[in-house]
């Protein structure tokens, strides 16, 4: 490509940092799209003929053709897909693949590439975001009612339902949608044209080339257009964030799928077996749900470094995102279908849960809430009273309900046997009615407004 300039040969050394195939070929479909609205463009405002922009669009299907069916051989020499697509197109077509990059550079085409990838592809994840809300609301709905344990510190803190909880992630996922869209939203420029940074004196038509290729306008500025690469550092932050979502989840399921625990039952097809303990199911897939979350915030980082302190326009530095892109979009599209799997095949387990939300003195603050109630007292003072009869229980042995109401009173003469109907399990989710709370009902709702909002 250099030959009119260069005499010597790159050294081999050269070539291995410098070629960037290996990892861009993924962008064909983009970079023959990109290259068949430019020569349209081309043709339409006469800069080539319409016989040469005819031979380019036939010869460019060709290729794509080729490279679908894993028939081009890509070389490194070539550097990259830009090149290696225009060479192959040079073989086919002859001269007039010579007239395809008038009016443009790979400045202004990988850019395009690039964006166009990034932008399917967090549509591609908004779907599969879509999939595994359904699936939790499939198990919401037939959990409103199942009651757990809710943590704070991973110490009992009041009953939950498991429908709600779930519900939790429902939330989570539906902020990393909307990540996602506002991504998309912002990214929809098009940098085709900006040329290697300072656009160009042919009589281009931007916006015919911008609208051939899905975005709402072309970019406004030259110099940004090929030296931004801020959409896809805004995708990697949406990547990282859903991605520490799912690490979450992926660690609950860990914990709740432990013999200790036992409040869900992971199914074979998510879990392996030991090669020594026969007795295993261990829950690789949560794990390395988990695990994958390393790469999507070292992805994020590693791109936030490499664009720090760039002078404008484009450096080579760049060539860097996208490796690091690829590899954090793979991670979450994996990450995203093993737990849409997961969340759709655990079995809960109802009797368990409910005997772990039944332990731990869980019913404590709807002690101290019917103290403030029924005998106005200041929480402040119920909770006292409460934590006194905690104590009581504990040295009995008990749990509050299994205290007799005598030994309550010891502590507060007012109180009386109905106390005992706030103390279940039951009884307190079903009292959280408040928006937002964990009541069963409360719950039934929330599914019927996700399931509307979300068809
Ligand atoms: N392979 C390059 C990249 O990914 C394409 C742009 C090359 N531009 C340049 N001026 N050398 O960034």
Known sequence: MWGGRFSAKPDQVMQAINASIDVD????????????????????????????????????TQVLDEIRAG????SKALEDIHMNVEARLKEIIGDPAGRLHTARSRNDQVATDFRLWVKSACAARIGQI???????????????????????????AQPVTFGHHLLAYVEMLDRDRGRFRDAIARMDESPLGAAALAGTGFPIDRDMTAKALGFARPMANSLDAVSDRDFALESLSAVAICA??????????????????????????????????????????????????????????????????LPLAYSKDMQEDKATTFEAFDALDLSLQAM????????????????????????????????????????????????????AAEQAGQDLPGLPLSALQAIEPRITQDVFAVLTVEASVASRQSYGGTAPQRVREQVAAWKEKLT
Do not use: C, Y
């Open 25 to 60: 070929k993924r962008l064909a479909e983009e970079d023959i799209a990109g290259s068949k609205a430019h020569a349209a463009m081309l043709a339409k405002t006469g800069i080539v003929s319409k016989a040469d922009a005819k031979a380019i669009d036939d010869g460019l």
């Open 130 to 156: 879509e999939a595994l809300m359904r699936a939790f609301l499939g198990q919401a709905e037939a959990h409103a009612e199942t009651v757990m344990p809710g943590f704070t510190h991973l110490q009992t």
């Open 340 to 391: 849409t799997g997961m969340v759709t095949a655990m079995a809960p387990d109802p009797v368990r849960m409910r005997a772990a939300a039944a332990s731990g003195f869980s019913t404590a603050t709807d002690l101290a809430d019917w103290l403030v109630r029924e005998l106005n007292m200041p929480f402040r003072d119920a909770h006292h009273v409460t934590g006194m009869a905690v104590k």
């Open 71 to 74: 028939k081009l051989q890509f």
């Open 244 to 309: 520490g979502h799912l690490s979450r989840l992926a660690e609950e399921m860990v914990i709740w799928s432990s013999a200790q625990f036992g409040f869900v039952k992971q199914s074979d097809a998510w879990s392996t077996g030991s090669s020594i303990m026969p007795q295993k199911r261990n829950p690789d897939a949560a794990e390395l749900v988990r695990a994958k979350t390393g790469r999507a915030t070292g992805s994020l980082v590693g791109l936030l470094t490499v664009m720090k302190a």
